[in-house]
């Protein structure tokens, strides 16, 4: 039908539209919306099973409601079986920490090759282990109460993973977290182009890596803590830095030569040494934003 | 390779219906069907049949191309140029112009149509989506009812 030689006939061509691009259409409506269009017609039944991003939406209601949305999800979730490219989450209200324990498992069988979690979690939560040893996932975003991954016993293998955001609420429990090599993490990361880390857990930052491009640190500062690490970089292929840093570090850049596009907003006076180091670090930077606080600092 | 491709001057693209249309390389550039003809012909005048793409459907998608293409344009106004080009087209016209952008390869017109028409469809009932696609239901009413019954969470 789809290779007739001669044009078609309008009808004939709106009756013609392939799955594809019907599922293309359907990526653009909220996940209930296009399950509705399972009752248009039996075509449509398998469509819907068919979609390659899912973005659940839970709305903000009743926590009555909100598990039996959850339910819902989780059915539409269980009913799939083949190949999802993006499984996102979003709740504002909050979901407890047993379901987003099954939703990561879940999108690991699935093979999903972007995983999307913006969850506020009602207790600290601590993600399957065996996340970390995926080898499908392309992106992962994480923000919400989500317990440290960081941990020298749990090994890290994401051997496809391109775009790395954790977003951590997380407060600092114990000083065991602070030791940690964000490196061993990365070392798990080979293809890693992008990462964005919120965090007020570790305390000495070590960066290191060859193919990073773009990187988006955005540093916080729990009050009882006033020993801060040292913020080390040596990222020869890094284009795009971004650095929010409302503690006080000390900054050692090396072969941060190809920074292209530079923002810094420091909210805590650096002595001169340190402001030195920041901005010797990035010369050849091409664009370079200061903030307003930041230019005070240096002035 | 490069400077062969910059050579060309004009492209003629013969849609289904005849109608021939000229335009400058630049404007071919998202469609990646066409690309892939350029690249293979080796000469400074191309000409590429289109047989899949009506005139009037080829017009529209030339001037959303020009549009685009410009660098004078600002963000805004092509924003505004968008916003209208949708509302002044038929649900008809959407439904081809997707067609034609798959048949072009065209990703972000595809995606523009794809959201045009999911717009279009949105928090609207069953009867009209299948108006809108002119669907013919083959359940009976028995199974029609059984199946919202299994979706009945997607219809709160």
Known sequence: MEEAKKPKTDHDRLSSLSDDLLCHILTFLSIKEAYRTSVLSSRWISLCSKILDLQFELPLSSKANMSREIQHAYAVLLRRNENIRKLAFHSQLGCKPHVAQLWVLRAKQLKVKELDLDLILQKPTILPISLLMSTSLVILKLRGNIKTLFHSSIVVNFPSLKILHLELLFLYTSTNDGEYDLNYFLCGCPCLEEFLLQDCLIRPINISHHLLKRLCLNLFNPSYITDFGPLQLNVPSLEILDITDCTLRKYEFINLFNVHRATIRLSKPSDFDGLYKLLNGISNVKSLILTSDTIKFIL | ?156
């Open chain 2, 1 to 156: 390779m490069a400077a062969e491709k910059s050579s060309i001057k004009i492209i003629t693209l013969i849609a289904a219906d005849g109608s021939v249309f000229e335009v400058e390389p630049n404007i071919v550039k998202e469609m990646k069907t066409v690309q892939s003809y350029i690249d293979e012909l080796d000469q400074n005048t191309v000409s590429i049949p289109l047989p899949n793409v009506f005139g009037n459907d080829l017009a529209m998608i030339i001037e959303y191309c020009k549009k685009h293409a410009s660098e004078e344009e600002t963000k805004e106004a092509k924003e505004e140029f968008d916003f209208e080009f949708v509302k002044r087209m038929k649900s008809d016209d959407k439904l081809r112009l997707l067609q034609a952008a798959s048949y072009l390869n065209m990703e972000s017109f595809l995606q523009f149509m794809a959201k045009a028409i999911a717009a279009e469809i949105e928090n609207q009932s069953v009867e009209f989506v299948r108006d809108y696609f002119q669907i013919e239901s083959d359940f009976t009413p028995e199974e029609e009812a059984e199946l919202r019954k299994e979706n009945e969470w997607a219809f709160k």
